[in-house]
T-cell receptor, first 117, second 114 residues
C-alpha cells in the first residue's frame, strides 16, 4: 500500500522569505501523480501544484516549485517570497495513475505553515 | 478548475436522526467521487470511493450501514449519516474526479450532533 509522510507538523517563515516543506512517499508503482494541496482556515482544499512521475522536470507554479526525486521518493515544496496568505495547512498527496477504484488520493498528515510578519 | 459544490456547509442535528450531505460536480461529469472525514488539526481520512451506478467501496473500519453513499448520477453523490451520534460530529469533504489526473474538492460540511 502507498504511504505519504510529512515529518514537519509545523513550520514558520518570515514574510518574503523562502520555505521548503518536506514529503516522502512509498510506492511500488512506477507511474503516479503527486500533489501539494493547501487548506486555509476556510478548510477549502486548494491544489497548489501537481507533478507527474514520468516527468523529470520539476513542476513550477509562480512562487511554488517542487523538488521531485523519484529514486529517493521525495517530493518537497518550495514557497518563495512567502506571503501572509500562504499561511495554511499543506498536504502532500499521492495518486495512482490507474483509473477507477484505485485512483484514490492518499494524503500525508499535513504541515501547518505560519507566516511571520 | 472545475467546480464541486457541497451542501450544506454546516448542519446541526439531534442525536438519533439522519443527515444527508450532497456533493455536486457543476461543470463536469464525475465518474468517481470520494468522501473524506477530517478531525480537527488532522489530515483527510478517506471513508469511501463511489463510482457512478455502482456500490461504494468503503475503507477498512468505516461502517457502511452508518455512512450510506449513493452515486446515482454523474453529477451527484450523497452521504447520509444514519442515526447520528455525537461521535459522528466532524468535517466531511467530498471530491470528484472526471477520470483525469485531478480531483476537485467541495467546500466541506461541518456536522455537529447534539
Amino acid at each position: 500500500a502507498q504511504t505519504v509522510t510529512q515529518s514537519q507538523p509545523e513550520m514558520s517563515v518570515q514574510e518574503a522569505e523562502t520555505v521548503t516543506l518536506s514529503c516522502t512517499y512509498d510506492t511500488s508503482e512506477s507511474d503516479y501523480y503527486l500533489f501539494w494541496y493547501k487548506q486555509p482556515p476556510s478548510r477549502q482544499m486548494i491544489l497548489v501544484i501537481r507533478q507527474e512521475a514520468y516527468k523529470q522536470q520539476n513542476a513550477t507554479e509562480n512562487r511554488f516549485s517542487v523538488n521531485f526525486q523519484k529514486a529517493a521518493k521525495s517530493f518537497s515544496l518550495k514557497i518563495s517570497d512567502s506571503q501572509l496568505g500562504d499561511a495554511a495547512m499543506y498536504f502532500c498527496a499521492y495518486r495512482s495513475e490507474r483509473l477507477g477504484r484505485d485512483d484514490k488520493i492518499i494524503f500525508g498528515k499535513g504541515t501547518r505553515l505560519h507566516i511571520l510578519p | 478548475g472545475a467546480v464541486v459544490s457541497q451542501h450544506p456547509s454546516w448542519v446541526i442535528c439531534k442525536s438519533g436522526t439522519s443527515v444527508k450531505i450532497e456533493c455536486r460536480s457543476l461543470d463536469f461529469q464525475a465518474t468517481t467521487m470520494f468522501w473524506y472525514r477530517q478531525f480537527p488539526k488532522q489530515s483527510l481520512m478517506l471513508m469511501a470511493t463511489s463510482n457512478e451506478g455502482s456500490k461504494a467501496t468503503y475503507e477498512q473500519g468505516v461502517e457502511k450501514d452508518k455512512f450510506l453513499i449513493n452515486h446515482a448520477s454523474l453529477t451527484l453523490s450523497t452521504l447520509t449519516v444514519t442515526s447520528a451520534h455525537p461521535e459522528d460530529s466532524s468535517f466531511y469533504i467530498c471530491s470528484a474526479s472526471g477520470g483525469d489526473t485531478e480531483a476537485f474538492f467541495g467546500q466541506g460540511t461541518r456536522l455537529t450532533v447534539v
